[in-house]
């Protein structure tokens, strides 16, 4: 390995399930209109996996697209992370099912990674950190989720909110000054029971008591959310453009979690950075969780707003609560 470089990602891709439903889908399942999820949310549709499909397939569709990128084949990997929240099952989680899938091999490690919706940011930062150890020379980062599967189609305040989707990034070396410049990660346990789900844990395991009180669906206190996640975005984002030695007047672009338009919006009043600057696709895809940040990159990547050298900051919140911001050069 070249000493000289800094690790960043080499390829990007992206999957999303077929199926798209839409706020006038919804208007025929809860009480609510496409008018009001819109106005609250800036969600218009959301890709939501049908029951017989498997989660852990898009995550390889993702994956495999991300290694074509980087002209990479599967067997070149000696690594991988998954973030999710939810995996594909509770043991032995969604990362040996991704590997079965892209015939990765045996002695290659993995492991599932749990953070909230910022599982993503964080995933990558710790890639980076095991690239810069030179044990390690490519990494596969897969953001993946199903959160369909954990929505109480019930409760109109969350269920217009999710969708179904993964994401993935080759990490490896860098050439030149491209790369991961530098990151920010950090949390608040205190604030952990504004997004969350009781059920099927070890403090809760999956029971007829479980299941009658609906203890498996996805809870959030959206008035918490909202004001935390702002805040913190800023602080993180701030934090990791100091540590690159940069200013928020170098950035190119920022790719934030896709939780909904009012909290990107109200992100970008308050640092002050421009709304055109701001990647933004949660109309059509709705909260992806850790698969959000990826599937965004990859889209503008393939539409080559982002291009070679932009500076790009990626930025999350989510359930812990947890926070983080990495700064690269594209």
């Known amino acids: 390995m070249n000493h000289t470089r800094r690790p960043g990602i080499a390829g990007i891709g992206a999957a999303v399930p077929d199926l798209v439903l839409t706020n006038a889908d919804l208007e025929k399942m809860v009480e609510t209109s496409d008018e009001w999820i819109t106005s609250r949310t800036g969600i218009k549709e959301r890709h939501i996996l049908k029951e017989s499909e498997d989660p852990a397939d898009l995550g390889v569709q993702a994956a495999q697209r991300a290694l074509d990128q980087a002209g990479l084949s599967p067997q070149d990997l000696d690594f991988v992370i998954?973030?999710?929240?939810?995996?594909?099952?509770?043991?032995?989680?969604?990362?040996?099912?991704?590997?079965?899938?892209?015939?990765?091999?045996?002695?290659?490690?993995?492991?599932?990674?749990?953070?909230?919706?910022?599982?993503?940011?964080?995933?990558?930062?710790?890639?980076?950190?095991?690239?810069?150890?030179?044990?390690?020379?490519?990494?596969?980062?897969?953001?993946?989720?199903?959160?369909?599967?954990?929505?109480?189609?019930?409760?109109r305040l969350t269920c217009v909110l999710f969708g179904d989707g993964a994401g993935a990034a080759v990490v490896r070396s860098m050439p030149d000054d491209r790369g991961i410049l530098a990151s920010c990660l950090s949390a608040d346990s205190s604030k952990w029971n504004l997004l969350y789900m009781e059920g099927g844990g070890i403090k809760y395991p999956a029971s007829p008591k479980t299941l009658e009180r609906r203890m498996h669906y996805l809870r959030m206190e959206g008035g918490g959310v909202f004001k935390s996640a702002v805040t913190m975005m800023e602080r993180t984002t701030q934090k990791a453009l100091e540590d690159a030695g940069l200013t928020k007047e170098d950035v190119d672009w920022v790719v934030p979690h896709q939780a909904n338009l009012r909290i990107l919006r109200a992100f970008a009043d308050r640092y002050e950075i421009p709304m055109e600057k701001v990647i933004v696709n949660v109309d059509r895809y709705g909260n992806t969780s850790t698969a959000s940040i990826p599937i965004a990159l990859s889209e503008a990547v393939a539409d080559k707003r982002i291009r070679p050298g932009h500076i790009v900051v990626l930025n999350a919140f989510g359930a812990g609560v947890t926070y983080g911001a990495v700064v690269l050069r594209w």
């Open 82 to 155: 998954t973030a999710t929240n939810l995996p594909e099952l509770p043991v032995p989680g969604s990362s040996p099912f991704i590997c079965e899938g892209l015939k990765i091999g045996k002695d290659v490690p993995f492991f599932d990674l749990i953070a909230g919706c910022t599982g993503f940011v964080y995933a990558l930062t710790v890639a980076g950190d095991l690239v810069r150890s030179e044990k390690y020379e490519n990494i596969l980062v897969v953001g993946l989720e199903a959160l369909s599967r954990f929505t109480d189609w019930e409760d």
